[in-house]
């Protein structure tokens, strides 16, 4: 928290990461939406894509 604090941090980059997090989030909902219409055994493959979304948000918010 104290790293959002500090004088270095710019209020426009953090919205900025904040709403490409959502667009990644979007982004997974739409391809497991995708997923789950084309096979009605795609919930393994959901949670996989999921995972995999949430892994690069996490890996490219941190960068």
Same mark, same amino acid.
């Given at each position: 928290?104290? +790293?959002?604090? &500090?004088?270095? =941090? &710019?209020?426009?980059?953090?919205?900025?990461?904040?709403?490409?997090? %959502?667009?990644?989030?979007?982004? /997974?909902?739409? !391809?497991? +939406?995708?997923? =789950? %219409?084309?096979? /009605?055994?795609? #919930?393994?493959? #959901?949670? &996989?894509?999921? !995972? %995999?979304? %949430?892994? +690069?948000?996490?890996?490219? /918010?941190? &960068?």
């Amino acid at each position: 928290m104290k +790293a959002m604090l &500090s004088p270095h =941090f &710019s209020r426009n980059h953090y919205w900025d990461e904040v709403r490409s997090l %959502v667009d990644s989030v979007v982004l /997974s909902m739409n !391809s497991i +939406a995708g997923l =789950f %219409v084309l096979r /009605s055994d795609g #919930a393994r493959c #959901a949670v &996989s894509c999921l !995972s %995999v979304g %949430v892994l +690069a948000s996490v890996i490219s /918010s941190r &960068s």
